[in-house]
């Protein structure tokens, strides 16, 4: 049973504060070469990962850097990529820094410090149950000014091989999914998408302001995502990845032929695996065609995504979103 203080989102019985694990994703952005930015996050200690990492598999190892200090996150990298910046609450002297609301669970040792953010985090926003057809262009209900991030994860009992580019139509993010490449068809999937933004806050629970504005109720489901560097990860529950092409590799029909074999591309998927267990994976083979050149084609891997278990948002997202 959790202590003190609880805010359900409306209509359950599902305690925000207490039942999630807090380490609010604070910003999801597109990087590239060296940079930093700095952010005003006062009681809250941050750290930094990167997604989609690229490599040239046997020609060259690249580097990729990220490193924060205080409220400053820096990075160089040798090409596009994304990075994420979890912000967790620190305790002790430096917690009286934070302007928001504040529990402490005494019952554990040290203390367990439960927090509502005093900015807006990264929200479930909008859940959509698909079966995307071919060069589809979904568009989402997330204005294309709002920074955004969507996962996806099969619907049946099988990977969903799904991956879209991302634009923008009427003024909204929008989702173009995959053509046709005559291995693994897209399969029935639902996408999460986050973005920083409030929805559906209640006419009566648990607010946050700050400088006027609100930046948290208690119907918000916070993003809690992870790092998945390669290959597949299975769980208990079902999981989602994010949206990326991770791989182009070709295997040579014969030595004396370096231009001539077996040419595969592959994406990040979630679903069953061929047990029935719930897996993420990095190595989802989508494409595959035979390859007859004078010379070996080039071969990448991006070696790292995102992921999500699904558990929470799949039991609440109704009574969150107010469908």
């Known amino acids: 049973m959790s202590m003190g203080f609880q805010a359900f989102i409306k209509g359950t019985s599902f305690d925000v504060l207490n039942a999630m694990s807090y380490n609010f994703i604070a910003d ?40 924060v200090s205080g409220q400053t996150v820096s990075w160089n990298v040798s090409n596009a990529c994304k990075m994420m910046v979890t912000a967790t609450p620190s305790t002790g002297a430096g917690s009286s820094l ?70 923008t139509q009427n003024g909204y993010w929008a989702l173009t999914f995959r053509g046709n490449t005559g291995l693994n068809a897209m399969q029935p999937c639902r996408i999460y998408l986050f973005a920083k933004i409030l929805v559906n806050a209640p006419n009566w629970g648990f607010f946050l302001y700050r400088n006027g504005g609100m930046v948290w109720h208690n119907n918000c489901l916070p993003l809690k995502m992870n790092i998945l560097n390669g290959g597949t990860i299975k769980g208990g529950s079902p999981l989602a990845v994010t949206n990326s092409v991770t791989g182009c590799l070709f295997q040579q029909s014969d030595p004396a032929f370096p231009g001539i074999g077996t040419q595969w591309f592959e994406c990040a998927s979630a679903g069953r695996d061929s047990n029935g267990i719930y897996s993420a994976t990095s190595n989802d083979r989508y494409a595959q065609n035979q390859v007859s050149g004078s010379v070996r084609p080039p071969t990448w891997v991006a070696g790292t995504i995102g992921y999500i278990d699904t558990t929470y948002y799949d039991q609440y997202y109704i009574q969150s979103l107010g469908y």
Do not use: C
């Not at 554990?108 to 079966?131: M, R, W």
């Not at 057809?133 to 294309?144: H, M, W």
């Open 98 to 167: 934070y302007f928001g609301f504040t529990l402490y669970d005494y019952s554990t040792n040290p203390p367990t410090f439960k927090i509502a953010p005093d900015f807006t985090p990264y929200n479930l926003v909008q859940v959509i149950d698909i079966t995307p057809a071919y060069n589809q262009v979904l568009q989402t209900n997330i204005p294309a000014s709002v920074p955004m991030v969507a996962f996806h994860r099969a619907t049946n009992n099988s990977f969903d091989h799904v991956w879209w580019t991302e634009g």
């Open 28 to 67: 999801i952005g597109n990087i590239s070469g060296s940079g930093s930015k700095t952010y005003s996050l006062p009681g809250f200690n941050l750290s930094a990962a990167l997604m989609n990492t690229f490599s040239s598999v046997g020609v060259d190892a690249r580097s990729y850097n990220i490193s």
